[in-house]
């Protein structure tokens, strides 16, 4: 389901949940600092980047186009950490994993009125934890990956709950004159922005 909102195109699952990506942009392959981005309202509270899909969007594509837009960051979206239903603001989120190897120039902290800040992976927890514990759950998936940190688990978040599992690619036809995206490999992890 699709509706349009000023500016905006909303996407909505079978179920009603609003369909969202995000990013958890690190430094390095060690998974050991993780980028975060302050909200708009307050410099001082932290968040994940990220957003709605727009149609027709691969979920992998769209975490990565938020993580440009909001945090100014290129690199590789290396996998999908799950997807996180959220029952109280009805959302389903799809994160993936970027390691960031370009922070853009061109971003500018002013006219966005957000600020980006490299923290621990604790330091996240902790930030996210007083702010958007729903974000702090993503986290906890790098640890089920293989992270080798022992960092103490987020705040109990009742709402979300998560799935194992990343949406599959979104076929995407070709458009008259152009390539279909799917026929060039994006969508396919790794995917390189």
């Known amino acids: 389901m699709v509706k349009e909102k000023l500016n905006s195109t909303r996407i909505y699952d079978e179920n009603g ?6 990013c958890i942009c690190v430094k390095d392959e060690t998974e050991q600092e993780i980028l975060l981005i302050s909200t708009k309202r307050n410099s001082d509270r932290w968040i994940v980047p990220g957003g709605g899909m727009e149609p027709l969007e691969d979920a992998s594509i769209a975490a990565a186009r938020e993580a440009y837009e909001e945090a100014g960051v290129k690199g590789m979206v290396s996998r999908c950490l799950g997807v996180f239903e959220n029952s109280h603001s009805k959302t389903k989120t799809s994160v993936y994993l970027l390691v960031v190897d370009q922070l853009c120039d061109e971003w500018d902290e002013k006219s966005l009125g957000r600020k980006r800040q490299w923290f621990s992976v604790p330091d996240a927890r ?3 934890g007083m702010y958007r514990p729903e974000h702090g ?3 906890e998936m790098l640890d089920s990956h293989g992270s080798k940190q022992n960092i103490p688990t987020s705040p109990d978040v009742t709402h979300v709950s998560v799935k194992r599992f990343c949406l599959p690619p979104i076929a995407v036809p070709v458009v008259s004159g152009g390539v279909s995206p799917q026929k060039n490999g994006i969508g396919a992890n790794p995917v390189k922005v």
């Open 17 to 22: 949940y609003r369909l969202r990506a995000a």
């Open 137 to 139: 759950v993503y986290l």
């Open 126 to 128: 902790l930030q996210l």
